[in-house]
């Protein structure tokens, strides 16, 4: 079946430093794949999509960019800071399903530090 | 617009307990879904609802039971909680297959 593998975490990261997370999928089709973000003692937030392969999404600072030739979706930011400290995870949806269901990878944690 | 409203926030049970959790969204969406994150964990896909009166299983359904009467509400029911149910509890809705998912703030369930 459909499935999204992320980098372990946590990250710990020194504010400004560069930031990538890494996310590869498993996928039957041509499945959509997400960023969401979760703040402590919040709910999932969408932090960008894509759609197709070579679509490079972005919000924030933060981008990825869908490439189907190595299934992945790493996520990137060029200058992290205090604020983004979260739990992000690399999720798809559609693929060999059409219900819109969402695959989740595990999480990783990211802490930056002043 | 409130979005996805989750009720209650948190809450204990006790083993053998029932319990409803509440979801409701505001957004006129017609696919809901619920989810469960236990720590460390990605979250994993209990039920979910393509519309009104139609409901099927997601991945992890087992002691648990949902209906979808009206497209706004979408209530997850614990017939006998057990302790391998303690755990955060999120509801999402959407429009559609592909589109992205509009989460509530979670309930955090413990059974003791």
């Known amino acids: 079946g459909d499935s999204v593998t992320q980098m372990e975490g946590p990250v710990t990261l020194s504010e400004e430093a560069f930031l990538t997370i890494n996310c590869t999928y498993t996928a039957t089709g041509y499945p959509s794949l997400f960023w969401y973000v979760q703040y402590p003692g919040e709910g999932l937030q969408l932090l960008l999509k894509a759609t197709k392969a070579d679509d490079k999404g972005s919000n924030k600072g933060f981008e990825a960019t869908y490439r189907k030739e190595t299934t992945s979706f790493h996520l990137e930011k060029g200058s992290v800071q205090v604020s983004d400290s979260a739990v992000y995870f690399c999720?798809?949806?559609?693929?060999?399903?059409?219900?819109?269901?969402?695959?989740f990878g595990q999480g990783t944690t990211l802490q930056v530090k002043p | 617009n409130a979005g996805v409203t989750q009720t209650p926030k948190f809450r204990i049970l006790k083993i053998g307990q029932s319990m409803t959790l509440q979801c409701t969204q505001d957004?006129?969406?017609?696919?809901m879904y619920w989810y469960r994150q236990d720590p460390g964990m990605g979250l994993k896909l209990i039920y979910y609802?393509?519309?009104?009166?139609?409901?099927d299983k997601g991945e992890v359904p087992n002691g648990y039971n949902v209906s979808r009467s009206t497209t706004e509400d979408f209530p997850l029911r614990l017939e006998l909680a057990a302790p391998s149910q303690t755990s955060v509890y999120f509801c999402?809705?959407?429009?559609?297959?592909?589109?992205?998912?509009?989460f509530g703030d979670g309930t955090r369930l413990s059974i003791l």
């Open positions: 999402a809705s959407s429009t559609g297959n592909d589109q992205p998912q509009h």
């Open positions: 609802s393509v519309g009104a009166g139609i409901t």
């Open positions: 957004m006129n969406h017609n696919y």
């Open positions: 999720a798809l949806s559609g693929g060999s399903s059409n219900t819109g269901k969402l695959i």
